[in-house]
T-cell receptor, first 114, second 115 residues
Framework: KQEVTQIPAALSVPEGENLVLNCSFTDSAIYNLQWFRQDPGKGLTSLLLIQSSQREQTSGRLNASLDKSSGRSTLYIAASQPGDSATYLCAVRPGYTGFQKLVFGTGTRLLVSP | DGGITQSPKYLFRKEGQNVTLSCEQNLNHDAMYWYRQDPGQGLRLIYYSQIVNDFQKGDIAEGYSVSREKKESFPLTVTSAQKNPTAFYLC??????????????FGQGTRLTVV
């Protein structure tokens, strides 16, 4: 059974700092991995999708990498801003059995201070 | 604008009542999902549907029911059999094209509270 872990559970940084969020998964057989952002009381906003054949994806100040063999993904946020404060979730779509659904980690709550 | 619309945003349920949460998408996606989110826990899958008139139970389906009569709509009913329904409910959709699963998109959620 695929399990997803995100460490740390919470992170507090000053504005302007570059930071890395981690996501690990137990089964390397995945179709894709997706990073989301969730603001308090809101739904999930998709940030980046990495297909299993890709190593990284970039969007603006965000860069996500994928290493299937080690079961790890990182989300790199450059020059963090207070507006980046939110909970960041990663989700994998399992390959083979269970591919119909996404499996989520419990998220990293990020606070960027002015 | 394409997206997923969930309604209502807030819902209050009395003991013993069934309530229905609405989810509509105009993304032309084949697959739709219902997730439940509780504080300190990851999202847990309730039901999913890959095509119209077909749906499967997820990890926590007991006390819930769904229907998929139209591609655009996937309503979730929380029945009186669900013992702890207070939670944040999220609807999502995605599709499969050119050999790849696309991004999943989520609605803004419905917060259900038992009173």
């Amino acid at each position: 059974k695929q399990e997803v872990t995100q460490i740390p559970a919470a992170l507090s940084v000053p504005e302007g700092e570059n930071l890395v969020l981690n996501c690990s998964f137990t089964d390397s057989a995945i179709y894709n991995l997706q990073w989301f952002r969730q603001d308090p009381g809101k739904g999930l906003t998709s940030l980046l999708l990495i297909q299993s054949s890709q190593r990284e994806q970039t969007s603006g100040r965000l860069n996500a990498s994928l290493d299937k063999s080690s079961g790890r993904s990182t989300l790199y946020i450059a020059a963090s801003q207070p507006g980046d404060s939110a909970t960041y979730l990663c989700a994998v779509r399992p390959g083979y059995t269970g591919f119909q659904k996404l499996v989520f980690g419990t998220g990293t709550r990020l606070l960027v201070s002015p | 604008d394409g997206g997923i619309t969930q309604s209502p945003k807030y819902l209050f349920r009395k003991e013993g009542q069934n309530v229905t949460l609405s989810c509509e998408q105009n993304l032309n996606h084949d697959a739709m999902y219902w997730y439940r989110q509780d504080p300190g826990q990851g999202l847990r899958l309730i039901y999913y549907s890959q095509i119209v008139n077909d749906f499967q139970k997820g990890d926590i389906a007991e006390g819930y029911s769904v229907s998929r009569e139209k591609k655009e709509s996937f309503p979730l009913t929380v029945t009186s059999a669900q013992k702890n329904p207070t939670a944040f409910y999220l609807c999502a959709s995605s599709t499969f094209t050119t050999g790849r699963y696309t991004e999943a998109f989520f609605g803004q959620g419905t917060r259900l509270t038992v009173v």
